[in-house]
């Protein structure tokens, strides 16, 4: 009898452990899910800053591209109104000598 009673008390402190391992076990479940969600957040946060990144170096490169064409046109602009002073120039010293 006595034996029997230690046997079932024996067998309820381990059925409590099991509860405890169980509920910490959940916890534990729950933690892990949450931080999983914090992780995927982090992720997709990092991923969208990446993508600002490329799109504003993407612009900024546009920008720079636009800005060399500006230039380009203005010192061709520039060379054509060096060509049309020249020739300029060069006829009012034609029209001089023969006005001498």
Avoid: C, F, I, P
Avoid at 27 to 37: D, N, P, V, W
Avoid at 39 to 51: P, T, V, W
Avoid at 68 to 76: F, S, T
């Amino acid at each position: 009898q006595k034996e029997m009673e230690e046997l079932q008390a024996h067998a309820r402190r381990l059925e409590k452990v099991l509860e405890d391992a169980n509920s910490e076990l959940a916890g534990l479940t729950r933690k892990s899910g949450e931080l999983e969600r914090e992780l995927q957040q982090a992720e997709q946060a990092e991923q969208a800053r990446q993508e600002a990144a490329k799109s504003e170096k993407a612009a900024k490169n546009a920008e720079l591209e636009a800005l060399r064409q500006r230039v380009h046109e203005a010192l061709a602009a520039e060379l054509e109104l060096r060509s049309h002073q020249a020739a300029l120039e060069a006829e009012k010293k034609d029209l001089q000598q023969q006005a001498d």
